[in-house]
Antibody, heavy 119, light 110 residues
Framework: QVQLQESGPGMAKPSETLSLTCTVS????????WSWIRQPPGKGLEWIGY???????NYKSSFKSRVTISVDTSKIQFSLRLTSVTAADTAVYYC?????????????WGQGTMVNVSS | QSVLTQPPSVSEVPRQRVTISCSGS????????VSWYQQLPGKAPKLLIY???LLPSGVSGRFSGSKSGTSASLAISGLQSEDEADYYC???????????FGGGTKLTVL
């Protein structure tokens, strides 16, 4: 049974770079799309971007200048790097797998990691 | 402002049926599959419906999805207290070239 686990610092200062990693257990990254999705406190879900196991990426336009998502198939991990963070980036960050049957649906989610951006 | 529009809240008594609507446009729901997610308090979202009306293995048959034109609905029958959660719809958006979510609907079981 595939499980996802996010890891990374729970805090960042404004203008710093946020780096999170999602470790895949019980499976591999092969042949799937992997996304990062975030949820500000008390608000809804926002897709940030995805990476395919070949390294192909696609980002939400509002993040394009600040975000990099990469995959390390040897470590069975994928990562999020978000630069120049502000308080507006405070959120729970989830990693999620796109379903193999409907790649526009997210069938497995990590538990989420809270990131607080504050000076 | 979410691309997909959901009612902020719905409520119903136990054992009854409730529906949650999700309205979009031709660039998302009208041309792509809809998925639905349940988010229990303090938990990660869980996939309930994909491809408009298909249930993943392990999801209760009390949940069902439907779509017509640029709108979709999630129905929950035989409501139980443990169904109290936030529900989100999602679909790929061709114009934005990425998935978009509804703003979420909080279900209260009275």
């Amino acid at each position: 049974q595939v499980q996802l686990q996010e890891s990374g610092p729970g805090m960042a200062k404004p203008s710093e770079t946020l780096s999170l990693t999602c470790t895949v257990s019980g499976g591999s990254t092969s042949d799937y799309y992997w996304s990062w999705i975030r949820q500000p406190p008390g608000k809804g879900l926002e897709w940030i971007g995805y990476v395919f196991d070949s390294g192909i990426t696609n980002y939400k336009s509002s993040f394009k200048s600040r975000v990099t998502i990469s995959v390390d198939t040897s470590k069975i991990q994928f990562s999020l790097r978000l630069t120049s963070v502000t308080a507006a980036d405070t959120a729970v960050y989830y990693c999620a797998r796109h379903s193999g049957e409907d790649r526009h649906a997210f069938d497995i989610w990590g538990q989420g990691t809270m990131v607080n951006v504050s000076s | 402002q979410s691309v997909l529009t959901q009612p902020p809240s719905v409520s119903e008594v136990p054992r009854q049926r409730v529906t949650i609507s999700c309205s979009g446009s031709s660039s998302n729901i009208g041309n792509n599959a809809v998925s639905w997610y349940q988010q229990l308090p303090g938990k990660a979202p869980k996939l309930l419906i994909y491809y408009d009306d298909l249930l993943p293995s392990g999801v209760s048959g009390r949940f069902s999805g439907s779509k017509s034109g640029t709108s979709a609905s999630l129905a929950i029958s035989g409501l139980q207290s443990e169904d109290e959660a936030d529900y989100y719809c999602a679909a790929w958006d061709d114009s934005l070239n990425g998935p978009v979510f509804g703003g979420g609907t909080k279900l209260t079981v009275l």
